[in-house]
């Protein structure tokens, strides 16, 4: 017998309009908790849009800090529209986070561990799994079975920490973690994969006992909403589902036009061109079902990865 699930808010949205208030902080803290398995607790909600200087800088930020019971502080992601050098930017947000982390007159030792963990709801590299998780170690050259490690009154003098055993660098450098929500298509059995369904389709199972979802049943009920809630949740949840269509039609074409130029000029650059303007026709032909729906300006930049500019080109 198939256990019974219901379905509720998408995650992308709670982030936007529920999950920020304190109220509703456990659910972002049980993700936070399956991911790093250690007990998570959020301390504020950074609103780094008014700090931004350009436009473009207001959607690379960092929505989430929180800490682990030792203290160490978190950076949680959300993802909605792929942006231009996107790894990139994630190592820029984790080190302003570290620097922040010093003020003035403070010596390094103050400097904690920072953990980025980036929800992406389009399409990023190649690779079988939904789940990644990235570390930093030091490995030998000539013998790559070493890994470097610290350990006696050294270890005190290397790393601002009072653990007894041999420290390695990943426990004070940055880790990341990259959920691909589109990826995902297993049946929900563990926690990280009960959380993996709820973040691409708002399912969760009536008896889950994952961190953070128990919360959400009760904090992200769809017949709680007021009607004017549900009204502008329902024309995203049509703008998202659009948007996907859009982008597998634009993607297909595009790569078969690439491929089609490759083979007849002889030039691996035909699949790469096909491939980008696949995906940007896509973006725009939905920017257009958004300006017909009257979504604002944001919204569709938000969502399309589009520029202002090329907004306001299709309005004109």
Known sequence: MAEKKSNYIRFDWAIKRILRDKANF???????????????????ILESESN?????????????????ESGEIILVEVQLGKESFFMPRILFGVSKAITEQLKKGHGYKEIKKVYSISVLYFDLGEGEDYAYHGKFKFQGMTQPQSE??????????????NKSHAISPDEVFPEFFLLRVNQFNEVAKTPIEEWMEYLKDGSIKDNTQTPGLQEAREKLNYMMMPPDEQHAY????????AARDVILTAKTEGRAEGRAEGLAEGRAEGLVEGRAEGQLEANLENARRMIRKGFALEDIMEITGLTESQIRQIKE
């Not at 456990?26 to 504020?44: D, N, P, S, Y």
């Open 26 to 44: 456990a659910v972002l803290e049980g993700l936070m908790t399956v991911l790093i398995g250690e007990k998570i607790r959020i301390v504020e």
């Open 234 to 241: 329902e024309d995203y949840i049509i703008s998202v589902y």
């Open 148 to 161: 470097l490690r610290f350990t006696g009154n050294e270890r005190k003098e290397v790393f601002p920490d």
């Open 52 to 68: 931004q200087n350009s436009r473009e800088d207001k959607y690379n930020r960092v929505d989430v800090k929180a800490k682990t």
